[in-house]
């Protein structure tokens, strides 16, 4: 089944640096583009999605950057906290399904 | 209710047998999905209703897999004659309307452990 390419697989940061995350996709004609979040024991929720004519979209710590040319889009995760200690994943969408990246293990160490 | 539920939360089951995984989404959410998350294979797209229709079902792994939605609320994930492999979290999820404009409540999930 196709998936959008995340990477890394894990991450570790200090508190207060910043965590970036990566996502490549190849399906040109979807177009919406989430970050979903995910604590242990829970399902994922989402956290900010973006559509592809705009290039980014900030929402307080977290900052989504789109590259339409380079088929390619990042999380930011300005002044990190140990509370943003989630695993997070990618994901590419039409009309009707979510097509998820393999998701991030993001640890920040206080 | 107030958020999408399922159950069990857990279920453990021997090689061979027939599970039943429940899922009861947020009311009024006509679109509901099942996804599959294994360890390190992120989350995999099994199954979409819209209503009671399944007009995706690309995603189910086998004929061993079925799922089906009655009154356009309830939905049951039928794995028979389970297999080892078949161990893994099943999550549902619904929203608001046909269209992923809006954005997927997951429950927290079945996890599922086949001896």
């Known amino acids: 089944q196709q998936q959008v390419k995340q990477s890394p697989q894990s991450l570790i940061v200090q508190k207060g640096g910043i965590s970036i995350i990566n996502c490549a996709y190849e399906?040109?004609?979807?177009?919406?583009f989430p970050w979903y979040q995910q604590f242990p024991g829970k399902g994922p929720a989402l956290l900010i999605a973006?559509?592809?004519?705009?290039s980014e979209k900030k929402e307080g710590r977290f900052t989504i950057s789109f590259n339409k040319s380079a088929k390619q889009f990042s999380l930011h995760i300005m002044d990190s906290q140990p509370g943003d200690s989630a695993t997070y994943f990618c994901a590419e969408g039409g009309s009707e399904k979510l097509v998820f990246g393999k998701g991030t293990k993001l640890t920040v160490n206080p | 209710g107030a958020g999408v539920s399922q159950s069990p939360s857990n279920k453990v089951t021997e090689k061979g047998k027939d599970v039943e995984l429940r899922c009861d989404p947020i009311?009024?959410?006509?679109?509901l999905y099942w996804y599959r998350q294994s360890l390190g294979q992120g989350l995999e797209f099994l199954i979409y209703?819209?209503?009671?229709?399944?007009?995706?079902k690309s995603g189910l792994p086998s004929d061993r897999f079925s799922a089906e939605r009655t009154g356009g609320s309830v939905s049951t994930l039928t794995i028979q004659r389970t297999q080892q492999e078949d161990s893994a979290v099943y999550l549902c999820?619904?929203?608001?309307?046909?269209?992923?404009?809006?954005?997927?409540?997951f429950g927290s999930g079945t996890q599922l452990s086949v001896l």
């Open positions: 973006i559509r592809p004519d705009v």
């Open positions: 009311s009024g959410h006509t679109a």
């Open positions: 209703f819209q209503g009671n229709s399944a007009p995706d």
């Open positions: 999820a619904s929203t608001r309307g046909g269209s992923l404009k809006g954005k997927l409540f």
């Open positions: 399906n040109t004609a979807f177009d919406y």
